[in-house]
């Protein structure tokens, strides 16, 4: 069936360096892929998302980028801090006759290191 | 600005007690959501619904049934507990009216179920 992959599962680096957090979706439907953002004991919050008509878009310190050939996407996250410490999720659209189900990647915990 | 309202936060369940999981949003959204979280398997899709009136399954939804009361509300019901649906619930909902219209999903707080 239509799903998101997304990789690693956990990720640990240290203050200052970058985290790259990878996805593939497999419906060629898709147009849209967000990132959601989850702390602990919280609901996920979006950070930054993409439509299938640019390559790539930043915001500050977050950037997210699209190969729709390969069909797949990647978070990344430069000059890492502990606050940036979390679960990620990437989502993908996939389209029915009824309507649009976002679906989620398996998530990533992201740790970062003193 | 409450947003995305789920009751209750935490659940004690026995098995083969019922209850309904309450969700409301107040952002007058036409798409709502229900997904379960568990560890290593990220948020699974229960059940969501496009519009007033219409529900559709996701990727889990046996053992679960919803209704969308209104435009507003959004419930999910366990018939019959079992300790397999020991999982936190998040309702979600968003914007979109069109199937290609894709906007932010805004989640709830999350509702922590254990059934015993």
């Not at chain 2, 496009?50 to 009361?69: C, F, H, I, M, Q």
Request: with cysteine.
């Amino acid at each position: 069936g239509e799903n998101v992959e997304q990789h690693p599962s956990t990720l640990s680096v240290q203050e200052g360096d970058s985290a790259v957090i990878k996805c593939t979706y497999s419906d060629s439907a898709s147009n849209y892929f967000p990132w959601y953002k989850q702390e602990l004991g919280k609901g996920p919050q979006l950070i930054i998302d993409i439509r299938s008509n640019v390559g790539e878009k930043k915001d500050q310190r977050i950037a997210v980028t699209l190969n729709k050939t390969a069909k797949h996407f990647s978070l990344h996250i430069t000059e890492t801090q502990p606050e940036d410490s979390a679960v990620y999720f990437c989502a993908a659209p996939i389209l029915t006759g009824g309507g649009n189900k976002l679906t989620f990647g398996t998530g990533t915990q992201l740790k970062v290191e003193l | 600005n409450a947003g995305v309202t789920q009751t209750p936060k935490f659940q004690v369940l026995k098995t083969g007690q019922s209850m309904t999981l309450q969700c409301a949003q107040d952002m007058n959204h036409n798409s709502m959501y229900w997904y379960r979280q568990d560890p290593g398997m990220g948020l699974r899709l229960i059940y969501y619904s496009a519009s007033e009136g219409t529900t559709d399954k996701g990727e889990v939804p046996n053992g679960y049934n919803v209704s969308r009361l209104n435009k507003r509300e959004f419930s999910l019901r366990l018939e019959s507990a079992a300790p397999s649906q020991t999982s936190v619930y998040f309702c979600a909902s968003r914007a979109e009216r069109f199937r290609t219209a894709n906007t932010e999903a805004f989640f709830g707080q999350g509702t922590r179920l254990t059934v015993v």
